[in-house]
């Protein structure tokens, strides 16, 4: 059974770190390129970073620039976030998702499957 696992997400003071997980279970992730969102109450999903299949390339968010960092463990089967300099701003639940070898944007109906996200919260 296919399944995406999202972990790491908790509640961390403003300028604060966090490393969140996506962990796959039931297929190779090193097939997918895998994207980060994040949907914070009240606003509308966002696209926060995509790494492509073999970690070639990336992208991200220009509200993450610099502070959030990609990266995938394809023989552990999982992608990390690291965050840095977090922001009250970046509080949110984050998704991971997959779509093919290459990220092309954010649209997530070009992202086939879903994890159930973690809750991310930057507060003092």
């Known amino acids: 059974q296919l399944q995406l696992v999202e972990s790491g997400g908790g509640l961390v003071q403003p300028g604060g770190s966090l490393r969140l997980s996506c962990a796959a279970s039931?297929?190779?992730?090193?097939?997918?390129?895998v994207g980060w969102f994040r949907r914070a109450p009240g606003k509308e999903r966002e696209g926060v970073s995509c790494m492509s299949s073999r970690g070639e390339s990336t992208n991200y968010a220009d509200s993450v620039k610099g502070r959030f960092t990609i990266s995938r463990d394809n023989a552990k089967n999982t992608v990390y976030l690291q965050m840095n300099s977090l922001k009250p701003e970046d509080t949110a639940v984050y998704y991971c998702?997959?779509?093919?070898?290459?990220?092309?944007?954010?649209?997530?109906?070009?992202?086939?499957?879903w994890g159930q996200g973690t809750q991310v919260t930057v507060s003092s």
């Open positions: 039931g297929f190779a992730l090193d097939y997918y390129a």
């Open positions: 998702a997959l779509r093919g070898r290459f990220c092309s944007g954010y649209d997530p109906r070009s992202y086939a499957y």
